[in-house]
């Protein structure tokens, strides 16, 4: 029988940086990107919105002007969870998993509108979860 006591870890004097990285980062950028794509949307729709073609006795047929200010809300709220994950804050990959998952609803339903896009905002909302879902601390 061995009496020897196993030796404990060694803690690191390294400071672990406030920044986010790895895919995290890279879901923040993505983040911040969709944001932005959101607010460009959004201000489309409320400025100019000639711009979109209103699809004829779609089944989710909403006014411009309230996808306008759906866009640009969605726009800000991804943009700040955004800087958030960027800066290794925790609440924010749980907003941020919670925000890609309302935005890919939403441009789900913006098809008819603007169908390319919307697919290219739903792709990158999926990116963006699953960069967020598999984030590990220990990484």
């Avoid at 919307?118 to 990484?139: E, G, K, Q």
């Amino acid at each position: 029988m061995s009496t020897t006591i196993p030796p404990r870890p060694v803690e690191s004097t390294e400071r672990v940086s406030p920044w986010a990285g790895g895919l995290s980062l890279f879901a923040a950028v993505l983040m911040v990107v969709g944001g932005v794509w959101h607010l460009l949307a959004g201000l489309a729709a409320l400025f100019r919105d000639t711009v979109y073609v209103a699809t004829p006795e779609y089944v989710y047929s909403f006014d411009l002007t309230a996808w306008g200010w759906v866009h640009l809300l969605m726009g800000v709220l991804l943009l700040l969870a955004g800087f958030g994950v960027a800066r290794g804050q925790t609440w924010a990959r749980g907003v941020g998993i919670v925000l890609a998952g309302l935005s890919l609803i939403a441009n789900f339903l913006f098809i008819p509108h603007y169908p390319i896009w919307s697919l290219l905002i739903i792709a990158l909302d999926v990116a963006v979860i699953w960069a967020l879902a598999t984030y590990r601390r220990d990484a």
